[in-house]
Nanobody
Framework: QLQASGGGLVQPGDSLRLSCAAS???????VGWFRQAPGKEREFVAG????????GYADSVKGRFTISRDNAKTTVYLQLSGLKPEDTAVYLC?????????????????WGQGTLVTVSS
Protein backbone atom coordinates (compact mmCIF):
# COMPACT_ATOMS: atom_id res chain seq x y z
CA GLN A 1 0.00 0.00 0.00
CA LEU A 2 1.09 3.56 -0.67
CA GLN A 3 0.09 6.65 1.23
CA ALA A 4 0.73 10.16 -0.07
CA SER A 5 0.65 13.14 2.26
CA GLY A 6 1.89 16.69 2.68
CA GLY A 7 -0.41 18.66 0.39
CA GLY A 8 -2.04 21.93 1.31
CA LEU A 9 -2.91 25.47 0.35
CA VAL A 10 0.10 27.67 -0.34
CA GLN A 11 0.90 30.95 -2.05
CA PRO A 12 2.88 31.31 -5.27
CA GLY A 13 6.57 30.97 -4.60
CA ASP A 14 6.08 28.83 -1.50
CA SER A 15 7.41 25.33 -0.90
CA LEU A 16 5.92 22.03 0.20
CA ARG A 17 7.27 18.56 0.80
CA LEU A 18 5.14 15.62 -0.20
CA SER A 19 5.73 12.14 1.19
CA CYS A 20 4.87 8.76 -0.24
CA ALA A 21 5.10 6.01 2.35
CA ALA A 22 5.18 2.41 1.23
CA SER A 23 4.04 -0.28 3.60
CA UNK A 24 6.50 -2.80 2.30
CA UNK A 25 9.44 -4.17 4.18
CA UNK A 26 12.65 -5.58 2.89
CA UNK A 27 11.97 -4.41 -0.65
CA UNK A 28 12.22 -1.22 -2.61
CA UNK A 29 10.41 0.02 -5.66
CA UNK A 30 10.83 2.48 -8.42
CA VAL A 31 8.46 5.33 -7.66
CA GLY A 32 6.80 7.96 -9.75
CA TRP A 33 4.93 11.08 -8.78
CA PHE A 34 2.08 12.13 -11.03
CA ARG A 35 -0.44 14.93 -10.83
CA GLN A 36 -3.91 15.52 -12.15
CA ALA A 37 -5.54 18.92 -12.35
CA PRO A 38 -9.31 19.32 -12.78
CA GLY A 39 -10.32 18.59 -16.34
CA LYS A 40 -6.82 17.53 -17.34
CA GLU A 41 -5.10 14.24 -17.91
CA ARG A 42 -2.78 12.70 -15.38
CA GLU A 43 0.80 13.76 -16.03
CA PHE A 44 4.21 12.56 -14.94
CA VAL A 45 6.01 14.86 -12.53
CA ALA A 46 9.09 13.01 -11.26
CA GLY A 47 10.46 9.52 -10.80
CA UNK A 48 13.18 7.72 -8.90
CA UNK A 49 14.52 4.34 -9.89
CA UNK A 50 15.19 1.45 -7.55
CA UNK A 51 18.43 1.02 -9.45
CA UNK A 52 20.99 3.58 -8.24
CA UNK A 53 18.18 6.02 -7.32
CA UNK A 54 18.32 7.56 -10.77
CA UNK A 55 15.87 10.46 -11.03
CA GLY A 56 13.93 12.20 -13.78
CA TYR A 57 11.57 15.15 -14.04
CA ALA A 58 8.97 16.66 -16.29
CA ASP A 59 10.26 19.75 -18.06
CA SER A 60 7.59 21.85 -16.36
CA VAL A 61 9.02 21.14 -12.89
CA LYS A 62 12.72 20.65 -13.59
CA GLY A 63 14.80 22.87 -11.35
CA ARG A 64 11.89 23.48 -8.96
CA PHE A 65 10.96 20.00 -7.72
CA THR A 66 13.27 17.40 -6.21
CA ILE A 67 12.51 13.72 -5.67
CA SER A 68 14.43 11.72 -3.07
CA ARG A 69 14.20 8.57 -1.00
CA ASP A 70 15.01 7.79 2.63
CA ASN A 71 17.75 5.31 3.46
CA ALA A 72 15.27 2.62 4.44
CA LYS A 73 13.74 3.00 0.97
CA THR A 74 10.21 2.99 2.37
CA THR A 75 9.44 6.69 1.91
CA VAL A 76 9.87 8.82 -1.20
CA TYR A 77 9.72 12.59 -0.95
CA LEU A 78 8.86 15.24 -3.49
CA GLN A 79 10.14 18.68 -2.54
CA LEU A 80 8.13 21.36 -4.32
CA SER A 81 9.70 24.79 -4.51
CA GLY A 82 8.84 27.94 -6.41
CA LEU A 83 5.24 26.82 -6.65
CA LYS A 84 3.05 28.34 -9.32
CA PRO A 85 -0.76 28.39 -9.67
CA GLU A 86 -0.42 25.94 -12.56
CA ASP A 87 1.07 23.40 -10.14
CA THR A 88 -2.34 23.10 -8.50
CA ALA A 89 -3.42 19.47 -8.75
CA VAL A 90 -3.93 16.24 -6.89
CA TYR A 91 -0.51 14.65 -6.58
CA LEU A 92 -0.33 10.86 -6.60
CA CYS A 93 2.53 8.48 -6.02
CA UNK A 94 2.88 5.14 -7.75
CA UNK A 95 5.29 2.24 -7.46
CA UNK A 96 6.52 -0.50 -9.70
CA UNK A 97 8.83 -3.44 -9.10
CA UNK A 98 10.92 -2.64 -12.19
CA UNK A 99 14.44 -1.35 -11.50
CA UNK A 100 13.51 1.83 -13.38
CA UNK A 101 10.85 4.49 -13.05
CA UNK A 102 8.60 5.21 -16.03
CA UNK A 103 6.86 8.32 -17.33
CA UNK A 104 3.95 6.10 -18.37
CA UNK A 105 1.34 5.86 -15.63
CA UNK A 106 -0.04 2.60 -17.00
CA UNK A 107 3.21 0.80 -16.19
CA UNK A 108 2.85 1.23 -12.43
CA UNK A 109 1.45 -1.60 -10.35
CA UNK A 110 0.58 0.22 -7.16
CA TRP A 111 -1.07 3.57 -6.55
CA GLY A 112 -1.72 5.57 -3.45
CA GLN A 113 -4.51 8.03 -2.80
CA GLY A 114 -3.51 11.52 -3.81
CA THR A 115 -2.82 14.63 -1.83
CA LEU A 116 -4.15 17.99 -2.98
CA VAL A 117 -1.80 20.88 -3.62
CA THR A 118 -3.43 24.25 -4.18
CA VAL A 119 -1.33 27.25 -5.13
CA SER A 120 -3.24 30.48 -4.90
CA SER A 121 -2.76 34.03 -3.72
Amino acid sequence: QLQASGGGLVQPGDSLRLSCAASVSGRSYSVGWFRQAPGKEREFVAGISKSFDKTGYADSVKGRFTISRDNAKTTVYLQLSGLKPEDTAVYLCAARTSPFYSRNASLYEYWGQGTLVTVSS
